[in-house]
């Protein structure tokens, strides 16, 4: 959050928490800060993003195949993904075997996987890299963001005494670098912009 000169005249107990947990995985390449699932990461909006319906057995409707078991679907309710019909159990995660009817209405293919939205992403999710040290931060991994960067949670320090913040504390965004009072204070660094986070 950016500061301005009237809003750090406040006091301090009027203002939010400094450092703030982001959701896991794939949302902190948006340029959004949104837990909605309705925003993805590209790689999942190439058909791999599949609806899962609640579909009601008509008493005078034959039963039908289910598409996990081949046995016949006699239960009052079954569900229908992909074109096929599935009874509640069936309809797993191929990775952790979560019940994709109980944890909502989405589920994802890829490489003739059926995936809950984590392992999904764990498998194939957007990948970025720490402002701090540049290595690659895999998707699921929890991250530390300030303003357009993003970081490990072990690299969100001082980037000059390397003091790691805890909730509440005050980190300054300058040159694009991420300072602690002290150090922002001091004048360590000249020019450039300052932009007090929070």
């Not at 309710?77 to 952790?96: G, I, S, T, V, Y």
């Not at 980037?159 to 300072?179: A, E, H, P, T, Y």
Request: aromatic share 8%; glycine share 6%.
């Amino acid at each position: 959050m950016v500061l301005d000169k009237e809003e750090s005249k406040r006091p301090a107990a009027q203002k939010p928490p400094l450092i703030m947990m982001l959701p896991p995985p794939c949302l902190l390449w948006d340029s959004s800060v949104s837990c909605s699932s309705s925003i993805l990461p590209a790689v999942m909006k190439r058909e791999s993003r599949k609806r899962v319906s609640v579909v009601p057995l008509q008493s005078r409707e034959k039963p039908r195949g289910c598409a996990g078991c081949n046995g016949k679907i006699r239960d009052r309710f079954m569900l229908q993904a992909l074109d096929r019909f599935w009874h509640e159990d069936c309809l797993k995660c191929a990775c952790c075997d979560c019940r994709l009817g109980r944890i909502g209405s989405t589920l994802y293919t890829r490489a003739n996987l059926i995936l809950c939205r984590r392992d999904y992403l764990r498998l194939f999710g957007v990948t970025g890299n720490c402002a701090a040290c540049s290595k690659l931060i895999p998707a699921f991994e929890m991250v530390m963001r300030a303003r357009d960067n993003v970081y490990h949670l072990d690299c969100f320090a001082c980037q000059l005494c390397r003091q790691r913040f805890c909730v509440g504390d005050k980190f300054f965004l300058k040159n694009n670098m991420i300072l602690c009072q002290l150090d922002y204070e001091g004048g360590h660094l000249n020019g450039g912009s300052d932009r007090q986070l929070q």
